[in-house]
T-cell receptor, first 113, second 113 residues
Framework: QKEVEQNSGPLSVPEGAIASLNCTYS??????FFWYRQYSGKSPELIMF????GDKEDGRFTAQLNKASQYVSLLIRDSQPSDSATYLC?????????????FGSGTRLSIRP | KAGVTQTPRYLIKTRGQQVTLSCSPI?????VSWYQQTPGQGLQFLFE???????NKGNFPGRFSGRQFSNSRSEMNVSTLELGDSALYLC????????????FGPGTRLTVL
């Protein structure tokens, strides 16, 4: 089982609709959860982070965390063509006393006009 | 505030050579993490440096090494290059590392011939 799992996609969503991206993680001790957006040929860009169970909203983006189910999701409302990118879910993991960030393989999102 | 910078942006080397990549974090950030990104393996954690000490390490061979200077700038070195080392090498800057938000530089694209 991968530590951070995402559906690779592509996920195709019509412009203006809600895009829903999902991620599961294996380490119950994880405390920090991140969503990055990566355009082709560019480096990842942090768009959301969440530490507590529940929802966190920032503009058109909502991150949802359910630690009991080890599940984190990202909703993008009013999807725009510029949202077409790969979305990476990242979760912290503790090794001995040190923490590191583990990334999922990403979900490719395509917004069709 | 200036972002994370990485040099060089592109590099072409031949098998057996060695290479040194440089990363300057965001001012005030003391943690630098390095990642390797390939189409097949995604983003793989190499190591993290904080206050000039390697705090965490991924599952890469000893040919991959790094260091951090007192001004938080970091370098990573790959010796005896192999074809499979061709990848995008990303560094990420964080205030204190661990489970804090990370901000990525533009990356160094390494091609090994």
């Amino acid at each position: 089982q991968k530590e951070v799992e995402q559906n690779s996609g592509p996920l195709s969503v019509p412009e203006g609709a809600i895009a829903s991206l999902n991620c599961t993680y294996s380490d119950r001790g994880s405390q920090s959860f991140f969503w990055y957006r990566q355009y082709s040929g560019k480096s990842p860009e942090l768009i959301m982070f969440i530490y507590s169970n529940g929802d966190k909203e920032d503009g058109r983006f909502t991150a949802q965390l359910n630690k009991a189910s080890q599940y984190v999701s990202l909703l993008i409302r009013d999807s725009q063509p510029s949202d077409s990118a790969t979305y990476l879910c990242a979760v912290n993991r503790y090794d001995s006393s040190a923490s590191k960030i583990i990334f999922g393989s990403g979900t490719r999102l395509s917004i069709r006009p | 505030k200036a972002g994370v910078t990485q040099t060089p942006r592109y590099l072409i080397k031949t098998r057996g050579q060695q290479v040194t990549l440089s990363c300057s974090p965001i001012s005030g950030h003391r943690s630098v993490s390095w990642y390797q990104q390939t189409p097949g393996q995604g983003l793989q954690f190499l190591f993290e440096y904080f206050s000039e000490t390697q705090r965490n390490k991924g599952n890469f061979p000893g040919r991959f090494s790094g260091r951090q200077f007192s001004n938080s700038r970091s370098e990573m070195n790959v010796s005896t290059l192999e074809l499979g080392d061709s990848a995008l090498y990303l560094c990420a800057s964080s205030l204190t590392g661990g489970d804090n938000e990370q901000f990525f530089g533009p990356g160094t694209r390494l091609t090994v011939l």
